[in-house]
T-cell receptor, first 113, second 113 residues
Framework: SQQGEEDPQALSIQEGENATMNCSYKTSINNLQWYRQNSGRGLVHLILIRSNEREKHSGRLRVTLDTSKKSSSLLITASRAADTASYFCATAYMDTGRRALTFGSGTRLQVQP | DTAVSQTPKYLVTQMGNDKSIKCEQNLGHDTMYWYKQDSKKFLKIMFSYNNKELIINETVPNRFSPKSPDKAHLNLHINSLELGDSAVYFC????????????FGSGTRLTVV
């Protein structure tokens, strides 16, 4: 079954506003990653947070991880029209020997200029 | 230079045909993957190879056969194409099988008519 699920499925905001996307997952993880997908393109890796980390920053991105709630959030501050894309969380878990990222179905973010 | 390149970008074919999608990475990564993205944007792992060895083979019809002639190439051959095979197929690579950050190709949009 699907490991990661993003919420909301779609989000529309004005340029300059902050965008927050959430991800929930089901099993223990080694790390959680966020990816961006522009329309008609492949996914681009944004940021990785390990299971023993609670928060991580990269430029205008802030990721939090709460392993007790099995959830993560991605915050994009001061959004720009160019941030318009789908955002996916992906989890990596090794307890079953599985060695591939499991993705959710993404949040479609629209930033209005 | 393109890091992970897939060909073709678009593929339209009739039911029952056999087709192949090729993928090449110039990153020196050991591990490569095939993912299928459906119309709802959900990404599902199909296969993974590590140094030419098949390490993940999900529940995929045996009409799908991956081949990795060397660690820089991972091809996907599909026999007897069906309407339900229509999707976008993504190739990805990672440095090793721990999966810390994937690099994706731009995808192959397969349409079966």
């Amino acid at each position: 079954s699907q490991q990661g699920e993003e919420d909301p499925q779609a989000l529309s905001i004005q340029e300059g506003e902050n965008a927050t996307m959430n991800c929930s997952y089901k099993t223990s993880i080694n790390n959680l990653q966020w990816y961006r997908q522009n329309s008609g393109r492949g996914l681009v890796h944004l940021i990785l947070i390990r299971s023993n980390e609670r928060e991580k920053h990269s430029g205008r991105l802030r990721v939090t991880l709460d392993t007790s709630k099995k959830s993560s959030s991605l915050l994009i501050t001061a959004s720009r029209a160019a941030d318009t894309a789908s955002y996916f969380c992906a989890t990596a878990y090794m307890d079953t020997g599985r060695r591939a990222l499991t993705f959710g179905s993404g949040t479609r973010l629209q930033v209005q200029p | 230079d393109t890091a992970v390149s897939q060909t073709p970008k678009y593929l339209v074919t009739q039911m029952g045909n056999d087709k192949s999608i090729k993928c090449e990475q110039n990153l020196g990564h050991d591990t490569m993957y095939w993912y299928k993205q459906d119309s709802k944007k959900f990404l599902k792992i199909m296969f993974s190879y590590n140094n030419k060895e098949l390490i993940i083979n999900e529940t995929v019809p045996n009409r799908f056969s991956p081949k990795s002639p060397d660690k820089a190439h991972l091809n996907l051959h599909i026999n007897s194409l069906e309407l339900g095979d229509s999707a976008v197929y993504f190739c990805a690579s990672s440095q090793d099988r721990t999966g810390y950050g994937y690099t994706f190709g731009s995808g192959t949009r397969l349409t079966v008519v």
